[in-house]
Nanobody
């Protein structure tokens, strides 16, 4: 019913920048919130940043001051601007959305790889 498609991952050198995008499509009535999670090898998935329909944002401490989450409500798209990237940011980044269709559900994208390495 709802599909999330991420783009923008890749390989970047330490100190570089990347911008991730995630577009939601399907039988969407309302998107309550969207966010980005990441999972590094051998680690649990963690919330990186989230944004509500009202524009309230939340960041993991390690991302504060370096990452910025934003959304385009008209396009059902969320962005994650990542600056000053560090090797420890290397992970698969997953888009998440809380979407109301006929009911309210939690949806995930397939993930996009971000690798920070020289």
């Amino acid at each position: 019913q709802v599909r999330l498609v991420e783009s923008g991952g890749g390989l970047v050198q330490p100190g570089g920048s990347l911008r991730l995008s995630c577009a939601a499509s399907g039988s969407i009535l309302v998107i309550n919130a969207m966010g980005w999670y990441r999972q590094a090898p051998g680690k649990e998935r963690e919330l990186v940043a989230s944004i509500t329909s009202g524009g309230s944002t939340k960041y993991v401490d390690s991302a504060k001051g370096r990452f910025t989450i934003s959304r385009d409500g008209a396009k059902n798209t969320v962005y994650l601007q990542m600056n000053s990237l560090k090797p420890e940011d290397t992970a698969v980044y997953y888009c998440n959305a809380v979407v109301r269709t006929a009911y309210t559900g939690n949806y995930w994208g397939k993930g996009t790889q971000v690798t920070v390495s020289s």
